[in-house]
T-cell receptor
Framework: AQKITQTQPGMFVQEKEAVTLDCTYDTSDPSYGLFWYKQPSSGEMIFLIYQGSYDQQNATEGRYSLNFQKARKSANLVISASQLGDSAMYFCAMRESSTGNQFYFGTGTSLTVIP | DSGVTQTPKHLITATGQRVTLRCSPRSGDLSVYWYQQSLDQGLQFLIQYYNGEERAKGNILERFSAQQFPDLHSELNLSSLELGDSALYFC??????????????FGPGTRLTVL
């Protein structure tokens, strides 16, 4: 089974609108971390946000927030007030306590912000 | 800027050749990871070093090898290159050996083209 599933290969959003990128994960480990990365067309992978499995509140970093629904095993990234510079690939990733060295990545979602 | 540096940025070489990719981790980080990103295979974990020792191995070919030096920089050696080795090679670093909260920060990548 896939550890990380991103079902939206491509998404479009109007500039200044909010957008949600979906991510579901599969683990039986009670201790795990969830990460989102952005990869613009220039190629670099930029760390955006982290959520720990024991964190009581949803993580936020500026315009990025993580909608963490533990029971549903989902960790959706919400980008508020989209900007043209948000156009990029977005990857969800997970790290488990039991397999601490392994970083599981999803296949990514391509986001295009329309002016 | 993640603080992880990689050289060179671009590399063009011929089949059968050998190349070395170099990575310097963020200041204070002890782990270095190598990833290969190609269009058809997504982001593939190759290998992890922690404080000079190999810590985890992923889908690394026998033609590829890596090491981490006492100053914590790392090199990835690719030999007997094939056309299919053309990809973006990322180095990432993290503070710890692993664990659910151990965030990886990525370098800008080395784009390898094998002709």
């Amino acid at each position: 089974a896939q550890k990380i599933t991103q079902t939206q290969p491509g998404m479009f959003v109007q500039e200044k609108e909010a957008v949600t990128l979906d991510c579901t994960y599969d683990t039986s480990d009670p201790s795990y971390g969830l990460f989102w990365y952005k990869q613009p067309s220039s190629g670099e992978m930029i760390f955006l946000i982290y959520q720990g499995s024991y964190d009581q509140q949803n993580a936020t970093e500026g315009r990025y927030s993580l909608n963490f629904q533990k029971a549903r095993k989902s960790a959706n990234l919400v980008i508020s007030a989209s900007q043209l510079g948000d156009s990029a690939m977005y990857f969800c990733a997970m790290r488990e306590s039991s397999t601490g060295n392994q970083f599981y990545f999803g296949t990514g979602t391509s986001l295009t912000v329309i002016p | 800027d993640s603080g992880v540096t990689q050289t060179p940025k671009h590399l063009i070489t011929a089949t059968g050749q050998r190349v070395t990719l170099r990575c310097s981790p963020r200041s204070g980080d002890l782990s270095v990871y190598w990833y290969q990103q190609s269009l058809d295979q997504g982001l593939q974990f190759l290998i992890q070093y922690y404080n000079g020792e190999e810590r985890a191995k992923g889908n690394i070919l026998e033609r590829f090898s890596a090491q981490q030096f006492p100053d914590l920089h790392s090199e990835l050696n690719l030999s007997s290159l094939e056309l299919g080795d053309s990809a973006l090679y990322f180095c990432a670093s993290s503070a710890l050996a692993g664990g659910p909260s151990d965030t990886q920060y990525f370098g800008p990548g080395t784009r390898l083209t094998v002709l």
